[in-house]
């Protein structure tokens, strides 16, 4: 049960540089914009155009870090490493864990984190010189810096070498290989990159950033109109452009993806004959895009988008339906989702009838050729077929969690959508003749399900019928309540799916946690539910359809 997440969140502010390289002699200047890095043709790239404010980021760290949590983490970790002694890697990487944990073990200010030599909101940038992976990050002090690093690779026990390329030093953490893993400090940045072992003195200008790109990400405007586009704020945006990168693997255009296919003798992809596949797909499916449209000391909201053409957008909103209460943060926890199955399944033959009309020609991509075919043959099996018919969305949302008799109960709503409930409910006679038996009837009262196949705990279970859904309530038996949620407003979001965990639900799993003692949960895991009750009012994610594609998104409310 044991997450680390209070772990991974004390070390989130040092993460991108818990090792660092060392650098040339000159004095500590004022950093560089990251994004002067960065090329603008990059085939992905992630960047902050602008830093939150220190003090406010600090302070949202500490709202989200749990009480004790890193020391017990720390603590759990140290009893770990006597076990694993005898995998030299795992041994490695665990000792590195503790090392970069102990540093943050005091910290209760801002100017703790400055004496780090760190900043608590950093500008940072991961992006790529064709596929060759950089990343930068901002730091506070480069010296101070140093002094941490040198730390935690004493307690590590990590003795990394050092190169000299270009007149600027940094260090070389892996051993003798075809790629190698460098890390530096240059002009108050730090930066780690992987290269090949014999890289040019020209790539690693350009990686190191002796060697501006003619063309890079802060001019071209591209990061302000991607945070414009999809409305996320400055504070990290960045896109993965699959033309981009697509062609960048069958013909390099940088010398950085050049030399890094040559060290690991990968070979170019031959898209001679596959070129108008690739050009079709990326037509439909420019690329992914990712950012925040909300992060403040109330709330953070993290957005990821899979971009479609307008075909694929009016298609996917076709599959969406309106489920009663979907979309709402009512009840402690719940989770649905809004899918008109008839449609999904005329919307699966349409694109399998397209792709054998016109297949892929390419022998790279005969599997999407198959894989359609076996889609379509999937979804039009009898069961299918007869369950789609009536079905087009659920939710599933939880009331209460509690202890009776010494076994965990609740009570909660489950509430199915369809265009013929009665069909429905005649599908699901079949199985549970009961149902059947009950008389439900659009608008009439909720009557009580009665059956053998229940087991005997579970709490009283009654239905009601409106016209496009059936709400089946556990422990709820009041008609007017449940014939309420039969006319509960559905979301205007185009959600397919849906769900959300309040800071109430962490707290009634505790105490259920607590009662049931389960062997693989510690009192240090009960506790740090608890913790997240005070922390999180609520926690939403789901997957909608937006202009541009599909949307994924993650939100936190903070109490």
Request: aromatic share 6%; with cysteine.
């Amino acid at each position: 049960m044991k997450t680390k997440l209070s772990l991974a969140v004390s070390l989130a502010l040092i993460s991108a540089g818990l090792l660092s390289g060392c650098s040339s002699d000159n004095e500590p200047t004022e950093a560089a914009s990251v994004l002067n890095y960065i090329p603008a043709d990059s085939p992905y790239f992630m960047a902050s155009s602008e830093p939150m404010p220190e003090q406010a980021a600090f302070d949202l760290y500490q709202r989200m870090q749990p009480t004790a949590s890193l020391e017990s983490d720390l603590e759990e970790l140290r009893d770990i490493l006597p076990q694993i002694e005898d995998d030299e890697v795992q041994h490695a990487l665990m000792t590195l864990l503790i090392a970069m944990g102990e540093e943050l073990e005091g910290v209760e200010s801002l100017e703790d984190i400055h004496a780090l030599g760190l900043k608590a909101s950093p500008q940072a940038a991961l992006y790529g010189l064709g596929i060759l992976p950089v990343l930068r990050m901002q730091l506070e002090d480069e010296e101070a810096f140093r002094e941490t690093l040198q730390r935690i690779l004493t307690k590590a026990d990590i003795n990394p070498s050092t190169a000299t390329t270009n007149g600027t030093d940094y260090w070389v953490l892996t051993p003798e290989g075809p790629v190698k893993a460098i890390l530096a400090i240059i002009e108050q940045q730090l930066l780690l990159s992987v290269v090949p072992q014999d890289a040019s003195a020209e790539l690693m200008a350009q990686v190191l950033g002796n060697d501006l790109p003619d063309s890079n990400l802060g001019d071209s405007g591209a990061l302000a109109a991607l945070e414009q586009r999809h409305g996320f704020t400055p504070y990290g945006a960045g896109e993965v452009d699959f033309s981009r990168l697509l062609n960048e693997l069958s013909s390099p255009s940088h010398a950085g993806t050049q030399a890094l296919m040559d060290a690991v003798e990968a070979e170019q992809l031959d898209l001679s004959t596959c070129q108008a596949d690739i050009d079709r797909l990326t037509g439909r499916f420019p690329g992914l895009v990712m950012g925040m449209r909300e992060y403040n000391q109330e709330r953070m909201e993290m957005n990821v988008i899979l971009e479609t053409d307008d075909g694929i957008v009016s298609d996917l909103r076709a599959l969406t339906t309106q489920v009663p209460g979907l979309g709402s943060t009512e009840g402690m926890a719940s989770f649905g989702m809004g899918l008109n199955l008839p449609v999904l399944l005329q919307t699966i033959q349409k694109y399998a009838q397209e792709v054998r009309q016109n297949p892929f020609s390419c022998a790279e991509l005969q599997d999407l050729n198959s894989a359609w075919t076996e889609i379509n043959m999937a979804m039009n099996n009898p069961a299918t077929l007869m369950i789609g018919s009536a079905l087009s969305g659920l939710r599933a949302r939880i009331d209460s969690l509690t202890m009776t008799d010494g076994e965990p109960t609740g009570t909660g709503i489950l509430t199915i959508a369809s265009q013929n409930p009665l069909g429905l409910l005649t599908t699901a006679s079949a199985f549970t003749p009961e149902l059947g038996a009950l008389g439900l009837e659009p608008g009439g009262e909720a009557k009580q399900i009665q059956s053998m196949m229940l087991p005997p705990d579970v709490p009283a279970l009654y239905a009601a019928m409106s016209d496009t859904a059936i709400v089946l309530g556990a422990g709820i038996s009041d008609s007017e309540t449940l014939k309420a949620e039969l006319q509960a407003p559905a979301s205007e979001r185009d959600l397919l799916l849906y769900g959300h965990i309040t800071g109430e639900f962490y707290a009634s799993l505790a105490d259920v946690m607590e009662q049931v003692a389960p062997d693989d949960v510690s009192a240090s895991d009960i506790e740090l539910f608890r913790q997240y009750a005070e922390i999180y009012k609520n926690m939403e994610y789901g997957f909608r359809v937006d202009d541009a594609g599909v949307e994924m998104n993650f939100s936190l409310e903070l109490d």
